[in-house]
């Protein structure tokens, strides 16, 4: 006997991504700030200066990579249940990537899911952690293996938060914003090597031209069975230097800067990329001052830990890989040898 249970049914996911002076926010229901203390201290108060809710309560947990666990998730589950929080209860993610993404996997978990809302205080997140409803965290085998799709009812991106970032923070960002003008629009890139981040019209313009291009990926390939997966342009090199450094030696930003670089060292072995396309991104990356090297100590280790990325499947292990600039390849076909060569270059 076979019995049928039929789930068919259309859902709504759509947001808005604000990129604007926070608005004044009002829930009526119960609200948790997620956070931590060094964001809380800069900006707390501002934000609860916006927030109306029937409760409000804050969740503060460590800040940096290596708190992005399962500890820090309980954490905000357990402030959620000593709260009494039900299901339609809110979460409010206010922070960077690290904070959005625990928050989003807590608010995923919680009850079987409840709602929650980003408000990303750093540039990175702004241009890219925020949007797309990736959530998770951390464990001993790499970089965000335990998660879940969980897509937030709104996101709120105010400049008011990057006024406060440590010049390092701001350029892990900026390598995020060069990440999605290699891969889509060379005509953006172009546009990057000669715009001044640091005012504040033209970084308002790299923002929204970030989040227009991860908005028109995701509403293609949401839950990354093709074309999405291309976001991820240097991470499956910079997540095995963030593991082998233990999330404490480089900034996520930094990490994917260095990954592209080492993608875009494969494009050109490849004949995908020219020389001077390379040159010329990791030109751009470094006029922000972000690192375009990193020491392997161990290539075959490397390179056995690209199979704990996500994207790779069985034996097969998939590379991110720009066509010149513009353009990009999501390809499982290249040869061991040939990436072994490249990673070869900056053995010790």
Request: hydrophobic share 45%; net charge negative.
């Amino acid at each position: 006997m076979t019995i049928d249970i039929n789930l068919k049914k259309e859902i709504d996911l759509s947001y808005k991504v604000t990129i604007d002076t926070l608005p004044q926010l009002h829930f009526d229901t119960k609200v948790a700030v997620v956070t931590n203390p060094t964001v809380s201290a800069l900006h707390l108060e501002y934000l609860l200066s916006k927030l109306n809710a029937k409760e409000v309560h804050v969740i503060t947990v460590p800040d940096g990579e290596e708190y992005k666990n399962w500890e820090s998730i309980e954490t905000v589950l357990e402030g959620m249940f000593e709260a009494r929080f039900n299901r339609n209860s809110l979460l409010i993610a206010f922070g960077g990537g690290v904070i959005g993404d625990m928050t989003g996997f807590a608010a995923s978990i919680y009850q079987r899911g409840i709602d929650f809302v980003q408000i990303p205080t750093t540039l990175l997140s702004q241009v890219d952690a925020s949007v797309g409803g990736k959530t998770g965290f951390n464990n001993k085998y790499g970089k965000n293996l335990v998660g879940a799709f969980h897509q937030p009812k709104a996101v709120y991106a105010d400049a008011h938060f990057l006024q406060t970032l440590p010049k390092r923070e701001f350029a892990a960002g900026v390598a995020e914003v060069v990440k999605m003008a290699v891969c889509f629009d060379a005509e953006f890139f172009s546009w990057l090597e000669s715009a001044d981040l640091t005012d504040a019209q033209q970084l308002a313009e790299a923002v929204a031209k970030s989040v227009q291009t991860k908005a028109w990926v995701v509403a293609q390939d949401e839950k990354e069975r093709g074309l999405r997966a291309a976001l991820n342009y240097g991470h499956t090199f910079g997540h095995v230097i963030e593991k082998e450094t233990n999330y404490t030696g480089f900034l996520h930003g930094e990490a994917v800067a260095i990954g592209m670089v080492m993608a875009n060292d494969t494009a050109v072995a490849l004949g995908w990329m020219s020389p001077e396309e390379a040159t010329r991104v990791k030109t751009l990356l470094e006029h922000y001052d972000l690192p375009t090297t990193y020491t392997i100590d161990d290539v075959e280790q490397f390179y056995e830990t690209f199979y704990l990325d996500k994207k790779s499947a069985d034996s097969a292990i998939t590379f991110i890989i720009p066509k010149s600039l513009g353009g990009v390849e999501i390809t499982d076909a290249i040869d061991a040898d040939l990436i072994k060569e490249v990673l070869g270059h900056y053995a010790r």
